[in-house]
């Protein structure tokens, strides 16, 4: 593993995501109170989270749990929560004290002080949140309009293992993109339980990041890329538009995607440059194989 690759997992649950604001466990009509406790079982403590994260290589997580901020003293977790409950999910990344809902999900369990998304992301960002827009074409789709892409940061385009829900992300990215919304590109496993899901897939890569304060201030400015997972090929793009491949391999197509044009490279070299149009809004870049996407870029904004 290349030295300067450093990894975070930026959708993670611990077993704190049961809890009274959260329907987390809750499959059946009748037999939901048992469910609850059986998942409570399942999922990981944060500091048991923080030693799988350490055994798959991935160096920092996001613990971003339903509704609530835990108490975590491991360096290599970033507090956080994934707030909403009817209309979507949103993660606030890097915040210390929870933001209630703009509803509770059981009838007689409600916030104590309810908030719709633009109060709560006021909040968040008071606190010093990175703020992003979860799986919006999911089950649990994004239901708050367009302008509350605005205030994000990001827009999570990957969410688990490839699919119909993020090709539309991906798609929702690049017009928002195209309309002049500055807003970064997300991924996350959102892990639950081991073995049905992997911490160390659709994960965040970063370069030359030395500690926790460097990482975040990184994710802030969105000195990142998304990849497939901690062994997949990852490709990042400067501000002068050179491009580099980290844990190179052959058979791949990179994309060059702009406002009005998009081109594809296939067996790309492991650096290079590419080049934009006049009047270009921004470049980002995909790398993909025969089995879908590895990486994407965060727009160059131009």
């Known amino acids: 593993m290349p030295s300067n690759l450093i990894y975070m997992q930026a959708h993670c649950h611990s077993r704190n995501s049961v809890n009274r604001l959260s329907g987390e466990g809750v ?9 609850r406790q059986v998942m409570k079982a399942l999922m990981m403590s944060p500091g048991q989270l923080a030693k799988l994260a350490k055994k798959k290589h991935v160096n ?8 609530t901020v835990p108490d975590l003293s491991e360096d290599s ?15 606030f990344i890097n915040i210390r004290k929870p933001i209630d809902p703009e509803s509770g999900y059981f009838r007689n369990s409600p916030p104590d002080n309810p ?23 999911k089950r649990d789709s994004w239901l708050w309009g367009e302008e509350s892409y ?16 993020n090709f539309l992300a991906l798609q929702q990215w690049q017009s928002l993109l195209v309309r002049g919304i500055k807003i970064f590109c997300m991924a996350g496993n959102d892990f639950h339980v081991n073995h049905i899901f ?19 201030a990184n994710l802030m400015k969105g000195n990142y890329s998304i990849t497939k997972n901690t062994d997949s090929p990852v490709v990042f793009l400067d501000g002068d538009l050179n491009y580099t491949i980290e844990k190179y391999s052959v058979d791949t197509k990179l994309r060059i995607i702009s406002a009005t044009s998009s081109s ?20 980002r870049l995909e790398l993909w194989d025969k089995d879908g996407p590895l990486s994407f870029t965060n727009p160059i904004f131009l």
């Open 198 to 216: 992997d911490i160390s897939s659709q994960v965040l890569a970063f370069r030359n990041v030395q500690d926790r304060e460097s990482l975040i």
């Open 264 to 283: 594809t490279i296939s067996n790309p070299d492991k650096e290079g440059n590419v080049t934009s149009n006049n009047g270009e809004k921004f470049i």
């Open 150 to 165: 605005r205030l994000a940061n990001s827009i999570e385009i990957w969410n688990g293992a490839w699919s119909e829900e």
């Open 60 to 67: 920092f997580i996001a613990v971003t749990d339903h509704n």
């Open 27 to 35: 499959f059946h009509r009748v037999l939901w109170p048992v469910e």
């Open 115 to 137: 908030k719709d998304f633009f109060t709560a992301v006021d909040e968040a960002r008071k606190q010093g949140a990175f703020v992003s827009i979860n799986h919006p074409f």
């Open 77 to 91: 977790l970033i507090p956080g929560e994934e707030w909403g409950q009817t209309k979507g999910h949103a993660n």
